[in-house]
């Protein structure tokens, strides 16, 4: 079964500070990754997706990641970060096997000081 | 990007009795929804998928006599949760999968308390 690990269960950083979320997936075959955002009391927002091509990919807000095959990863990454950015960061990822189900990570908390 | 609601966002009820939680795809078909549970400060765990005029498949674990699901048809799916338990109170989020954009799009979710 495949499983998703994102290291980092809790990150507390200041505004301006550069962000790196681990996210690491076990499954060989041929993937999608996605990276959600949920905001305080919100639903869950796609910032980016990977499903082939540019192995580094733009999302929204400035975040971006970069997949490694060789690595299993897919952090997601944003050179600086605002106070508007805390909430709860998710990664996921589906393979072309398994009719678009999601198994996601267990999710990484981002607090933003101002 | 498309839009998924869901109806009710928050519902109490009484240990024992059935809640249904509507799932729709608003400007988009959704031949395929998923149902997720979230307990608070947790990711999002898979209970089942939903396929528009066929049964739900469910994950290993979740239990298809209490969780019922129907997708009846293409911008609609529901979740029954019969005779519920106060360990069934938690935050029920479903998605819709999109096939032009090969993604799935969440609904807000509801959250259900049973006293």
């Known amino acids: 079964a495949q499983s998703v690990s994102q290291h980092n269960h809790h990150v507390i950083l200041s505004e301006a500070a550069s962000l790196e979320l681990g996210c690491n997936y076990s499954y060989g075959g041929t993937v999608n990754l996605f990276w959600y955002v949920q905001y305080p009391g919100q639903h869950l927002q796609l910032l980016l997706k990977y499903f082939s091509g540019d192995p580094l990919v733009k999302g929204i807000k400035g975040f971006e990641a970069e997949f490694i095959k060789s690595k299993f990863s897919f952090n997601l990454r944003k050179p600086s970060v605002q106070w508007s950015d805390t909430a709860e960061y998710f990664c996921?990822?589906?393979?072309?096997?398994?009719?678009?189900?999601?198994?996601f990570g267990d999710g990484t908390t981002l607090t933003v000081k101002p | 990007g498309a839009v998924v609601s869901q109806h009710p966002s928050w519902v109490i009820c009484k240990s024992g009795t059935s809640v249904k939680i509507e799932c729709r795809s608003l400007?988009?078909?959704?031949?395929?929804m998923f149902w997720y549970r979230q307990f608070p400060k947790q990711s999002l765990m898979l209970m089942a998928t939903?396929?528009?005029?066929?049964?739900?498949?469910?994950e290993q674990g979740v239990e298809k006599d209490k969780f019922l699901i129907n997708h009846a048809s293409l911008t609609l799916s529901t979740l029954t949760v019969t005779s519920a338990h106060p360990e069934d109170s938690s935050f029920y989020i479903c998605?819709?999968?999109?096939?032009?954009?090969?993604?799935?799009?969440f609904g807000p979710g509801t959250r259900l308390t049973v006293l």
């Open positions: 996921a990822v589906t393979h072309n096997t398994n009719a678009g189900k999601s198994t």
């Open positions: 998605s819709g999968l999109a096939a032009t954009y090969n993604e799935q799009f």
């Open positions: 400007d988009f078909q959704a031949t395929t």
């Open positions: 939903s396929n528009e005029g066929s049964k739900a498949t469910y």
